[in-house]
């Protein structure tokens, strides 16, 4: 029992952070379904998009089909899409577009990136809507995925994941050895107690 109630004790104690958890990812997978898109937020890594967005920006993005992208080089619509040859995910502006491709260029760069976008390859179309850098959001996101000063942010991560489990590990360690002495201490008071009482019924008898 005092096992099952100390278990209790340590959910009660991470439910503020279970119930964190579990709002961010309903929040997230809410505004994908809303925005009709599987990455609503996005963190801007770099400044090639100053000075309209800066690294540590999150931005809201929303599903587009190829044929709504206006593509302009002074106002065309803000796009993200994944780079071909690693995946990763680019924020850039649509300057020029084809039946089959857009042309993409950030505007702080001096010349469009070097290769097309196939419209498979758009992840979606920035709302307008974002948590500017200042708040720390972005860069604290972008350190923890070892995209900003890497590898400490992972890193650390894993070091205080690493030190909270022992630290939990220790805590049940240390608590069963107080209830096992516990448990002696009253199994000692218990085998006294009787004595005693017999002791005291010899002497009245006499």
């Known amino acids: 029992m005092s096992y099952g109630k100390g278990v209790s004790r340590q959910l009660r104690g991470a439910l503020p952070l279970i119930a964190l958890l579990l709002a961010f990812f309903a929040l997230f997978v809410g505004l994908g379904l809303a925005l009709d898109t599987r990455t609503p937020l996005v963190v801007v890594a770099s400044g090639s998009m100053r000075p309209v967005l800066h690294e540590g920006d999150i931005l809201l993005i929303e599903g587009v089909r190829f044929e709504e992208i206006r593509a302009s080089p002074v106002d065309g619509d803000v796009v993200v899409y994944r780079r071909p040859y690693d995946g990763r995910l680019i924020i850039h502006r649509a300057i020029a577009k084809t039946s089959n491709a857009l042309i993409t260029k950030g505007d702080a760069n001096s010349s469009p990136d070097p290769f097309p976008v196939p419209?498979?390859?758009?992840?979606?179309?920035?709302t307008g809507l974002m948590i500017p850098h200042w708040t720390g959001l972005g860069y604290l996101t972008l350190f923890l995925r070892g995209e900003i000063f890497p590898p400490w942010g992972p890193v650390i991560l894993g070091v205080l994941i690493a030190a909270e489990l022992v630290h939990i590990a220790v805590r049940y360690v240390v608590r069963g050895?107080?209830?096992?002495?516990?448990?002696?201490?009253?199994?000692?008071?218990?085998?006294?107690?009787?004595?005693?009482?017999?002791?005291?019924?010899?002497?009245?008898?006499?």
């Not at 006294?192 to 006499?206: D, I, L």
């Open 177 to 206: 050895r107080q209830r096992d002495q516990g448990r002696e201490g009253t199994g000692e008071g218990k085998d006294s107690t009787p004595q005693t009482s017999a002791e005291s019924s010899e002497s009245s008898e006499k």
């Open 119 to 126: 419209p498979d390859a758009v992840v979606g179309r920035w």
